[in-house]
């Protein structure tokens, strides 16, 4: 006879042991570095949109701005509605959920300083991508556009005309207005306007040239 064979369930035994006792340990010195990873690469305001869910109900031009939101930038980045339109996406009430900081619309000169508030902030901008710039309010009010826009004429140019509005994409997409490929069908809408451009003196064959 060869005898029993308790000595391997044993020493298999001890093995998974020490096994299960490497994993925990490793797990244990590794908690620290996961739970800052995933601070760091959690949406920045992790809740429940229910403006967005509630206008992806509707029909028409209520709908709209959720449809075009889901390939959002922001979207994408863990921002709600409330981001620009203020009041509260938690609250799942249309009444109540309009608290008043709520702006349903914004009038064109307010733009520019509204995506400001977030562009030109490091502490805000940073937490989304550390690599973007922080002088594109600046460069704007430098801008015709924005010096047009300051003297009075809300038709000039805002970054919404550019880079869109609800379904703003990075520059690197091909899809975004402002990308290598679409820029100069994006400045055409309003530069190859003979309407628009007539009251402004400007010619509306410079995108052609």
């Not at 922080?134 to 010096?147: A, C, R, T």
């Amino acid at each position: 006879m060869y005898g029993t064979a308790r000595p391997i369930p044993v020493l298999a035994k001890a093995g998974v042991c020490h096994s299960q006792r490497f994993r925990l340990n490793t797990m244990r010195a590794l908690l620290p570095a996961f739970l800052v990873l995933a601070a760091l690469t959690a949406p920045l305001y992790a809740a429940k949109d229910y403006c967005y869910e509630c206008h992806l109900g509707l029909r028409g031009k209520l709908k709209g701005p959720s449809v075009l939101w889901a390939n959002d930038v922001h979207n994408q980045s863990g921002l709600l509605c409330t981001a620009c339109h203020k009041g509260d996406a938690t609250i799942n009430d249309q009444t109540t959920s309009k608290t008043t900081d709520f702006i349903g619309t914004f009038h064109r000169p307010q733009i520019a300083r509204l995506c400001g508030e977030c562009h030109s902030n490091a502490a805000e901008i940073h937490k989304v991508n550390a690599k973007l710039p922080l002088d594109q309010l600046s460069q704007y009010q430098d801008s015709v556009h924005g010096k047009k826009m300051a003297a009075g004429d809300e038709a000039a140019a805002t970054c919404i005309d550019c880079h869109s509005l609800h379904e703003i994409r990075k520059v690197a997409d091909p899809l975004s207005p402002v990308s290598a490929t679409l820029q100069p069908d994006t400045c055409g809408r309003c530069h190859a306007n003979a309407e628009l451009m007539a009251p402004r003196n400007q010619p509306v064959d410079s995108i052609d040239e």
